[in-house]
């Protein structure tokens, strides 16, 4: 059997590609070694929303007086959640499986190797079976980075270092929880941790946490987990794991924490190791598969999509490219564009952006134009947030009067952000956004009150 189209990899990236590309007729395989929806079903986006929304709730409770509510004694059952958490990601696996087969994507259980080329195609193997494919797509995702700290290892194999995967099945709360890197992950799971009753320290590199989010915003966020009890030690190096404690290096001084368990989340890398990708002199970047706009790689007829790309570790960006890499197959013009790619992270209060903030507009040499509003100019968050402190920050292209960038803290964050998606992507110019009618009362509209500051 000859396949028109082998992805490796059933992630976001893979099985979404496998998706269009068995509805479009093409005769495709998808090879995934563990459960389909990889990283973001099993052990990513998903389950840690599942974990964040029971947090809400219990944060919601616990503040309830002041809406008028009177909630006794709320307590999270970290172990109910848990379970909820695997009925989520078993219902969302089933869904997934359910698809590829309504468009007819055979499905093989097993870690796909690629072995080079035959007369036919490129031939890959799970175990001693081989597979060959006229066409290849790489979508096997990332794993968590591991920095080279003295103690790592063995604080791994005892399980007292732990990553984004076990940190999600944990079978009960750690009294104290020390979390490396201050990133989407770090502090998604601080935020968890911390409401189901953890001690969390979170120990981060830069003298900011969320990496690239607009630093007012970050430090809007910081001073909202602070007021949860979360301690953060910024511009700190983590140099040591003993027994029981992490020791980091900061101003000079070293320092030690106690932990129960200790999250190491700095970041994530290709999981190519295995894959075979010299057989076919598949060109690498530190282990990412580097791809074209129309995410080609340098080995004709063999694609790439996903984290394993290294362009933005995302789902939604697999998503789009996968979708790039099929219309590219099937001869379709489709070019990859990142200038509007939305990040969330979603703690409570939930943060998003989009497009430039002030310092990447500046660097790019755009005369730009922020406005920053509190989102107590939307009449539904004063009504549903007491004393929130969120903020929107609108920036502007003078020049062309085009908005290129909304960063926001507060309630719903994540699920406006893809309303301002068109706004950039379709370069709209101010006086056309003012025209648009958002519904009234939403929080949404203060983008609306953003958009009429310029
Ligand atoms: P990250 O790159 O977001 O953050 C890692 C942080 O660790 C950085 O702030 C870095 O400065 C810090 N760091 C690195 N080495 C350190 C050390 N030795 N000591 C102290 N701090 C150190 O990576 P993270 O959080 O692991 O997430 C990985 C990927 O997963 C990200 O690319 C992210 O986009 C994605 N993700 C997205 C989510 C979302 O969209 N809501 C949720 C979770 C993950």
Known sequence: ???????????????????????????????????????????????????????????????????????????????????????????????????????????????????????????????????????????????????????????????????????????????????????????????????????????????????????????????????????????????????????????????????????VSVGRKADTAALGAESIGLELNRGFVKTDRRMRTNVAGVYACGDVTGEMLLAHVAYRQAEVCINNILGKNDVMRYNAVPSVIYTNPEVAGIGETEKTAKDKGIDAEAVVLSMRYSGRYVAEVEQGNGICKLIVDKKNQRLIGVHMIGSYASEIIYGVAPMIECEMRLEDIKQIIFPHPTVSEIIREGIFEF
């Open 1 to 263: 059997m000859i396949y028109d189209l082998i992805v490796i990899g059933g992630g976001p990236g893979g099985y979404l590609a496998s998706e269009r590309a068995g509805a479009a007729g093409l005769k495709t395989l998808c090879i995934e070694k563990a459960n389909v929806g990889g990283v973001c079903l099993n052990e990513g986006c998903i389950p840690s929303k599942t974990l964040l929304h029971a947090a809400k709730i219990l944060d919601y409770a616990k503040n309830a007086k002041k809406y008028g509510v009177s909630v006794e004694n709320a307590t999270l059952d970290h172990a109910a959640v848990i379970k909820r958490k695997e009925k989520v990601v078993r219902t969302l696996v089933a869904g997934v499986k359910a698809k590829l087969k309504q468009n007819n994507v055979e499905l093989v259980n097993g870690s796909g190797v690629i072995k080079g080329r035959s007369e036919n195609g490129f031939v890959v193997a799970v175990a001693d079976q081989e597979y060959t494919g006229q066409r290849l797509l790489i979508a096997t995702g990332s794993v968590p980075a591991i920095p080279p700290i003295p103690g790592m290892k063995e604080g791994l194999q005892s399980g007292f270092c732990i990553t984004s995967k076990e940190v999600l099945d944990l079978e009960r709360v750690p009294e104290s929880l020390v979390v490396i890197g201050g990133g989407v992950i770090g502090l998604e799971m601080a935020s968890y941790y911390r409401s189901a009753g953890s001690n969390v320290t979170v120990i981060e590199m830069l003298d900011h946490i969320a990496g690239n989010t607009d630093k007012d915003i970050s430090d809007i966020l910081m001073k909202e987990y602070e007021k949860k009890g979360i301690v953060f030690h910024l511009s700190a190096k983590v140099v040591k794991i003993n027994q029981d404690s992490v020791e980091y290096e900061k101003d000079g001084k070293t320092e030690s924490v106690k932990a129960d368990k200790v999250l």
